[in-house]
């Protein structure tokens, strides 16, 4: 999919300012400073009870992310101006980058991703001071130290094992270039959302840590800090997806997720970090499950961190990895500081954690929340073991093994079923308790639904277990959703008179933060009917000399023409293939074999025939002088819903995002909420 | 968290919590070691010649052997290629029909005697029937400079 980004009229103004590659350094050494005197200000403010130096603290801290954000100008500037004497900019670009791509060669290596990690980190940080709520607190104050704490790990690393303004001793001519696969919109994207997720979540840490320094640990460490949550969870959101999307588009193996460490290391917190989004719900009606949270933040802040000592160190091998020098060693002290001295602290306060209420029935929403987080631990837990099993195995054995994709697959449907039927049966149950009869109740129209669409999918010729199980939930779930909005609606429309339209309007809008989490449910069930296509994946290669046909699934595949072509950077080698499926002609289809001249590297650019049904996706895996092909080919069931999924659960985040700040309750919630008063509410 | 603290009346129901909470971790723990233990799940990093004093591998066997291609074995029919890796103390002849990573032939071209891959399959005895071929890309963007 040679897609081609539009030039912002950005990078002209950026590309006459010529280098600013030697300020770069001078900056970050400030930045540093900045940081070193952010942490004694807000340290001393909060042990001194000092509020003017907190506030000082603070400033310290906006000058930090200033002087960063400086450092960062300063690299980029000095790619539009191909300053080759930095060897950062020599490394990952060369002459004939131009445009947008050269902000992806900002993150094409090491050196630079951290300083955007640092980047994001430090503005956050500024960000979220000062415009917490309660500005001239201790919780503030100490959130500023942490912050501090952790901006100067980043800038040190900068400063020191991963400096990327390090200069060369003798300046090429031409730079070696940008990987063309990064040459990608998804790797313009892809790559700031993970960070913007992965650091965003420092957030929460450092006020959950300033909540357990402080024995503030009422919930308004959790209300300061719920938006940074839910931002910091839908940018990793998305940014898996997407990531999931460029592998698709872009590396030609005909899936999505490989269940690569690298991959898994950005899973892993996104899993810890939903059960959080989840658990707060409990903490803020019902005053419980305080230790479950804390230990939450920090374990998913940890793995965030871990995921990029995974990349970093090469430690696994996996195609992710830029195993390059030491930096990956020191991050292995950093985190363990971090998770003891997160578990000791929170060891010491357990007294201030502990719960207001407790579980009064298994048959409760509650009981159902916590289901949902067990299940999201257990789920990161498999997820981390496959991950670390290699090394733990050839530690105590001496045998080197790697765990392959089955493993994962294996383990992990039947937990993400499992957490997909919760979710259809969590909105079906009450607070505190419910009758077994009244749930039976409420649950047998949405349970018929998904029996019914097994029976009639197994009557219709689906043999997979596996898919009929994920068929069936994922409409069971969709169903009592659906429902949820149904009945809100009918309140609505019963109590002011409103049209339908009107009254689901009104639903959303009064309670953004219940039904946005529902369409993000919906997104997710969509996306798991997409991912139940794999179970009837179809791939099929052959080698075609012109006018030869071959068949996947029911399409037939005619090699018709071919072209080769040059351009500056590649060399274009195109096969035309006609597509049709029963006698009639439905597409032409284009997959390119090219030669990047700068890099040498060979890349297929894959073709692909989307709809709902079902995915016809083309790769040249070869393409000889005498114009034979080498021609793989795929259908792919239902991925499209995977994006339409996607689509959905971002417009669910929107409307969670766009919901006011919860209100700090004065007691607990109210004893016993009917059915119908809660989705009014 | 005492016991002390518990009503009467709220410990049939804190057992019931235990109990579901303690058939819940069975479950997944039983569910992650029956996972690993199944065929296909793991895959072992072998030398040519441990895998060739092995043998020919069962059912349950995949093994990964990584080595360089020796120049001049590449072989190409139709879907199927063929080659030979070596890994200094001997030599292994591969055939697979999956086709070959990008990075394959990004390395094969840079320098035919410098490609280094990692092989995932079957041995029959005399070759492995490759499913998988990794390719690793060649990190010309720290080593050359």
């Given at each position: 999919m040679p897609?081609?980004?539009q030039?912002?009229?950005?990078t002209g103004?950026l590309?006459s300012?010529?280098?600013?590659?030697?300020?770069?350094?001078?900056?970050?050494?400030?930045?540093?400073a900045?940081?070193?005197?952010g942490?004694?200000?807000?340290?001393?403010?909060?042990?001194?009870d000092r509020r003017?130096?907190?506030a000082?603290g603070?400033r310290?801290?906006?000058a930090?992310?200033?002087?960063?954000a400086?450092?960062t100008?300063?690299l980029?500037?000095?790619?539009?101006?191909h300053d080759?004497?930095?060897?950062?900019v020599?490394s990952y670009?060369?002459?004939?980058?131009?445009?947008?791509?050269?902000?992806?060669?900002?993150?094409?290596?090491?050196?630079g991703?951290l300083?955007l990690w640092?980047?994001?980190?430090t503005v956050?940080a500024?960000i979220?001071?000062t415009?917490?709520?309660a500005r001239r607190?201790?919780l503030?104050?100490?959130?500023?130290?942490?912050?501090c704490g952790?901006?100067i790990?980043?800038l040190?690393l900068?400063?020191?094992p991963?400096n990327?303004f390090?200069?060369?001793?003798s300046?090429?001519?031409?730079?070696q270039?940008?990987n063309p696969?990064l040459?990608s919109?998804?790797m313009?994207?892809h790559p700031?959302?993970?960070?913007t997720g992965?650091?965003?979540?420092?957030?929460?840490?450092?006020?959950?840590i300033?909540?357990?320094?402080?024995?503030?640990?009422d919930?308004?460490w959790?209300?300061a800090?719920?938006?940074?949550t839910?931002?910091?969870?839908s940018?990793?959101?998305i940014g898996?997806?997407?990531?999931g999307?460029w592998?698709y588009?872009?590396?030609?193996?005909?899936g999505?997720?490989?269940?690569?460490?690298?991959?898994?290391a950005s899973f892993m917190?996104?899993l810890?970090?939903t059960?959080?989004?989840?658990?707060?719900v409990?903490?803020?009606?019902r005053?419980m499950l305080k230790?479950w949270?804390?230990?939450?933040?920090?374990?998913?802040?940890?793995?965030?961190?871990?995921?990029?000592?995974?990349t970093?160190?090469?430690?696994?091998s996996?195609?992710h990895t830029f195993?390059?020098?030491?930096t990956?060693?020191?991050?292995?002290?950093?985190?363990?500081?971090?998770l003891?001295?997160g578990?000791a602290?929170i060891?010491?306060?357990?007294d201030?954690l502990r719960?207001?209420?407790?579980?009064?029935s298994l048959l409760?929403?509650e009981?159902?929340?916590l289901?949902?987080n067990?299940?999201f631990?257990?789920?990161g837990?498999?997820?981390?073991?496959?991950?670390v099993?290699?090394?733990v195995?050839e530690?105590?054995?001496?045998?080197r093994l790697s765990?392959?994709?089955?493993?994962?697959?294996?383990?992990?449907?039947?937990?993400g079923l499992?957490?997909v039927?919760?979710?259809?049966?969590?909105?079906?149950?009450?607070?505190?308790?419910?009758s077994?009869?009244?749930f039976?109740r409420?649950?047998?129209?949405?349970?018929?639904?998904?029996?019914?669409?097994?029976?009639?999918?197994?009557a219709?010729?689906?043999r997979?277990?596996g898919?009929?199980l994920?068929?069936?939930?994922?409409?069971f779930?969709?169903a009592?959703?659906?429902?949820?909005?149904?009945r809100g609606?009918?309140?609505h429309?019963?109590?002011?008179?409103?049209?339908w339209?009107?009254?689901?309007?009104?639903t959303l809008?009064?309670?953004r933060r219940?039904?946005?989490g529902?369409?993000?449910h919906l997104?997710?069930v969509?996306?798991?009917?997409g991912?139940?296509?794999n179970a009837?994946?179809v791939e099929?290669s052959?080698?075609?000399?012109p006018n030869?046909s071959?068949?996947?699934g029911?399409y037939?595949?005619?090699?018709v023409?071919?072209s080769?072509?040059?351009?500056p950077?590649?060399?274009i080698?195109?096969?035309v293939i006609?597509?049709s499926?029963g006698?009639?002609?439905?597409?032409?289809?284009r997959?390119?074999?090219?030669?990047?001249?700068a890099?040498?590297?060979?890349q297929?650019?894959?073709a692909?025939?989307?709809?709902?049904?079902?995915?016809?996706?083309l790769?040249?895996t070869?393409?000889?002088?005498?114009?034979?092909?080498v021609l793989?080919s795929f259908?792919?069931?239902?991925?499209?819903?995977?994006?339409a999924g996607a689509a959905?659960?971002?417009a669910?985040m929107i409307?969670?995002?766009w919901?006011p700040a919860p209100?700090?309750v004065p007691g607990?919630?109210p004893?016993?909420?009917?059915?119908t008063?809660v989705?009014?509410? | 968290?005492?016991?002390?603290?518990?009503?009467?009346?709220?410990r049939?129901?804190r057992?019931?919590?235990?109990?579901?909470?303690?058939?819940?971790?069975?479950?997944i723990?039983?569910?992650?070691?029956?996972?690993?233990g199944r065929?296909?799940?793991?895959?072992?990093?072998?030398?040519?010649?441990?895998?060739?004093?092995?043998?020919?591998s069962?059912v349950a066997?995949?093994?990964?052997?990584?080595?360089?291609v020796?120049?001049?074995?590449?072989?190409?029919?139709?879907?199927?290629t063929?080659?030979?890796?070596?890994?200094?103390?001997?030599r292994?002849d591969?055939?697979?029909?999956?086709?070959?990573p990008?990075?394959?032939?990004?390395a094969?071209?840079n320098?035919p005697?410098?490609v280094?891959?990692?092989?995932?399959?079957?041995y029959?005895?005399?070759t492995l029937?490759a499913?998988?071929?990794l390719a690793k890309?060649?990190?010309?963007?720290?080593t050359q400079?």
């Open positions: 897609l081609q980004v030039d912002s009229g950005l103004p590309g300012l010529g280098s600013l590659g030697s300020l770069g350094r001078p900056a970050l050494l400030a930045a540093l900045f940081a070193l005197l942490l004694t200000l807000c340290a001393l403010g909060a042990t001194r003017d130096l907190a000082a603070v310290a801290v906006v930090t992310a200033v002087f960063v400086f450092a100008f300063c980029l500037t000095a790619f539009f101006a080759f004497s930095l060897d950062y020599a670009s060369s002459r004939s980058l131009t445009g947008p791509y050269t902000f992806t060669a900002l993150w094409g290596g090491m050196e991703s300083l640092t980047l994001l980190l956050f500024a979220a001071l415009r917490a709520p607190s201790a503030v104050a100490w959130a500023g130290a942490v912050l952790i901006s790990f980043f040190v900068l400063a020191m991963a990327p390090a200069e060369l001793a300046v090429p001519a031409d730079g270039g940008l696969l040459q919109p998804g313009l994207i700031p959302l993970l960070y992965f650091v965003g979540f420092s957030i929460p840490f450092a006020f959950c300033a909540a357990l320094i402080t024995r503030r640990l919930d308004s959790l209300r800090t719920r938006r940074w839910l931002f910091a969870w940018a990793l959101s898996i997806v997407l990531g999307a592998a588009t872009e590396l030609g193996w005909g999505y997720w490989a269940w690569d460490p690298v991959e898994n917190p996104w810890t970090a059960a959080f989004l989840h658990s707060v409990i903490q803020e009606k005053r230790v949270n804390v230990s939450l933040i920090l374990l998913t802040y940890v793995l965030a961190v871990f995921g990029t000592f995974l970093r160190s090469g430690i696994l996996s195609i195993a390059e020098g030491d990956g060693k020191w991050f292995l002290p950093y985190l363990g500081v971090m003891l001295g578990l602290l060891g010491s306060r357990l201030s719960s207001e209420n407790r579980f009064d409760s929403r009981s159902a929340f289901a949902n067990v299940l631990v257990a789920a837990f498999a997820v981390l073991w496959g991950t099993y290699p090394i195995n530690a105590f054995t001496g045998v765990v392959v994709p089955p493993f994962f697959n294996r383990v992990f449907a039947p937990i499992a957490i039927a919760l979710a259809g049966i969590g909105p079906l149950i009450s607070w505190r308790r419910m077994k009869g009244t039976a409420v649950a047998r129209p949405p349970a018929l639904a998904g029996i019914a669409t097994m029976i009639v999918l197994a219709g010729g689906v997979s277990i898919a009929l994920a068929l069936g939930i994922s409409v779930t969709a009592a959703i659906v429902g949820e909005f149904a609606s009918r309140v429309r019963r109590r002011e008179g409103s049209a339209l009107e009254s689901l309007r009104r809008t009064r309670n219940r039904y946005g529902y369409i993000v997104g997710i969509l996306m798991v009917i991912f139940s296509g009837f994946k099929r052959a080698e075609l000399a030869e071959m068949t996947v029911a037939s595949l005619t090699y023409d071919h080769s072509a040059s351009t950077e590649k060399e080698n195109e096969a006609a597509v499926r006698g009639e002609r439905i597409a032409t289809l997959p390119q074999r090219n030669f990047h001249i890099q040498r590297q060979t297929s650019e894959v692909i025939r989307t709809t709902p049904a079902e995915d016809l996706y790769v040249l070869s393409f000889d002088a005498d114009a034979t092909i793989r259908v792919n069931p239902l991925t499209w819903w995977i994006w959905v659960m971002l669910g409307v969670l995002l919901s209100q700090a607990p919630v004893v016993r909420v009917r059915r008063e989705a009014s509410r | 968290m005492t016991t002390k603290q518990v009503p009467r009346a709220a049939p129901r057992l019931k919590f235990a109990i579901g909470g303690a058939v819940v971790a069975v479950a723990l039983g569910l992650i070691s029956w996972a690993m065929p296909g799940s793991t895959s072992f990093y072998m030398t040519i010649a441990e895998l060739q004093a092995e043998g020919p069962g066997g995949a093994y990964r052997v990584n080595g360089n020796v120049p001049g074995s590449l072989e190409q029919q139709g879907i199927q063929s080659f030979a890796i070596s890994d200094g103390a001997g292994l591969i055939t697979t029909r999956q086709p070959l990008d990075a394959f032939s990004t094969y071209d320098d005697a410098a280094e891959v990692v092989a995932e399959g079957r029959d005895g005399q029937m499913t998988k071929v890309c060649p990190s010309k963007f720290k400079a």
